[in-house]
């Protein structure tokens, strides 16, 4: 079993910043794409930003592109997104996301965090 945790979440000013942190833990031999899910209330769980294992690909929904930033530490296992310039439409639960190799064929499996508020009000 992987563990997410996150970390950074909060209230925030319209046009502030926040950097959410998600690492890794419990018994795994590598840790493939990570990325930043949303759901705000009433709405469908959508992909923030994603973040291929190297850091050389990433993606970004329209919404958030020129505002937001992911990046990751492979060796603290861990996946951030930067987020800038935030508007009340980001207002929402965020979620980490990770695909890791686990066991000894190394299966990939999905984990999930358990989720941060985020939100961005006056």
């Known amino acids: 079993q992987v563990q997410l945790v996150e970390s950074g979440g909060g209230l925030v000013q319209p046009g502030g910043s926040l950097r959410l942190s998600c690492a890794a833990s419990g018994r795994f031999s590598s840790i493939y794409v990570m990325g930043w899910y949303r759901q705000a209330p009433g709405k469908q769980r959508d992909l923030v930003a994603r973040i291929s294992r190297g850091g050389g690909s990433t993606n970004y929904t329209d919404s958030v592109k020129g505002r937001f930033t992911i990046s990751r530490d492979n060796a603290k296992n861990t996946v951030y997104l930067q987020m800038n310039s935030l508007k009340p439409e980001d207002t929402a639960v965020y979620y980490c996301?990770?695909?890791?190799?686990?066991?000894?064929?190394?299966?990939?499996?999905?984990?999930w965090g358990q989720g941060t508020q985020v939100t961005v009000d006056s």
């Open positions: 996301y990770a695909d890791v190799g686990v066991g000894l064929e190394s299966t990939i499996r999905s984990y």
